[in-house]
Each structure stands twice: as C-alpha cells, then as structure tokens.
T-cell receptor
Framework: EDKVVQSPLSLVVHEGDTVTLNCSYEVTNFRSLLWYKQEKKAPTFLFMLTSSGIEKKSGRLSSILDKKELFSILNITATQTGDSAIYLCAVRNAGGTSYGKLTFGQGTILTVHP | DVKVTQSSRYLVKRTGEKVFLECVQDMDHENMFWYRQDPGLGLRLIYFSYDVKMKEKGDIPEGYSVSREKKERFSLILESASTNQTSMYLC????????????FGPGTRLTVT
C-alpha cells in the first residue's frame, strides 16, 4: 500500500521567516510527486517532481525530490500572511494504470503571523 | 480557464437521508475522482472513474456509490447518510497519463446530523 507522510503537521511562523515542509513516501512504483496549496477552497497545484536533484522554483517557493531517500521538501522563503494554507503532498504510482490516481499525505497547516 | 465545479459548498442532511453530490468538469478529462478530507487524515480517495460508466473503488468506498453517465459529470451518492460521513468532499479530474496534475473543485462541506 502506498504511503505518504508529511511533517510537521502544523507550523506557526512570522512574516519573513523561511520554512521547510517535508514529505516522505513509500510507493511500489514511483511516477511523480506533487505539491498542492489549499486555502479555504480548492487545492491549487504548485509543483510536479519526477527526477531527483532537480529543483523546481516559482517565486519564493521551491521544491526538490530525492528518489534515493524517498522524500521531498517544499521551501518557502520570506513568508507572507498569504502563504497561510494547508500544503498537501501526493505521489503517483506508475504501476498498472494511467488513471492518475494519487495518494496524499496528511497535509501541513502553515500559519504566518504578521 | 480550467474548471471543476461542485453542486453545493455547504450541505446539511439528516441521518438516513440519501445524499447526492455532483461534480462537473469542463476540460474533457477522462478521469474523475472523489475524495474526503478530514483533519489529520489528509485526502482519502473514495471512488474514481476512468471513463463513462466505468468506476473503481478507492481506499474508503464503504457507504458510498458513484455514477458517471456523461464524461463531464461524476456524482457521489450516500445511500443512507450517517454522522461519520460528516466531512469535506472534494472532486478532481485529470487527463489520462501519469504526468498530469489533478484539478480540484472547491469542495462540499457536508454535515450529517
């Protein structure tokens, strides 16, 4: 059974801080790892990672994957109150189907205080 | 612009009622999914569909059924709602293939009293 574990489960910081969110996984046949941000609405896509060691970057957010150690990190620099959200990590198993089925972690609740 | 819509944002039902949650996507995606989201448990897959009239059980299908009569529409049915089905329900869709993101609807917060 595929498994995704995120840590920490919640985090409170002040504006300007840098945060690192962790995602470890066990999947029988890895295809890709995805990060989503969820405010009080639909989760929105941030990154998809398929190869180890290649950093994906979007503004103050970046993410990297380590397929040997089976984890990914999501970094947010110079945090702002608008970064307050639940951050979701999910993995896709390549085996057997092309349906795009994802297994999600518990999510990390990030709160950024002014 | 990509869009997944859900029929209700908030719903309150009584124990034993039959509940229908509707999801519509306008992206011509083959695959659609229903999740429930509970604090500390993340998103858990209830059912998914990879084609019209086709469905597969996810990780927690008990107490739920689904219907996909048209490609753009995927319905989740609670045959007899129970209080432990109080949750946030999220619908998603994606293209076939392993390298596409899933697009999510805004969610339906269902309360069963």
């Amino acid at each position: 059974e595929d498994k995704v574990v995120q840590s920490p489960l919640s985090l409170v910081v002040h504006e300007g801080d840098t945060v690192t969110l962790n995602c470890s996984y066990e999947v029988t046949n890895f295809r890709s790892l995805l990060w989503y941000k969820q405010e009080k609405k639909a989760p929105t896509f941030l990154f998809m990672l398929t190869s180890s060691g290649i950093e994906k970057k979007s503004g103050r957010l970046s993410s990297i994957l380590d397929k040997k150690e089976l984890f990914s990190i999501l970094n947010i620099t110079a945090t702002q109150t608008g970064d307050s959200a639940i951050y979701l990590c999910a993995v896709r198993n390549a085996g057997g189907t092309s349906y795009g089925k994802l297994t999600f972690g518990q999510g990390t609740i990030l709160t950024v205080h002014p | 612009d990509v869009k997944v819509t859900q029929s209700s944002r908030y719903l309150v039902k009584r124990t034993g009622e039959k509940v229908f949650l509707e999801c519509v996507q306008d992206m011509d995606h083959e695959n659609m999914f229903w999740y429930r989201q509970d604090p500390g448990l993340g998103l858990r897959l209830i059912y998914f569909s990879y084609d019209v009239k086709m469905k597969e059980k996810g990780d927690i299908p008990e107490g739920y059924s689904v219907s996909r009569e048209k490609k753009e529409r995927f319905s989740l049915i609670l045959e007899s709602a129970s209080t432990n089905q109080t949750s946030m329900y999220l619908c998603a869709s994606t293209m076939t293939g392993g390298y596409y993101e899933q697009y999510f609807g805004p969610g339906t917060r269902l309360t069963v009293t």
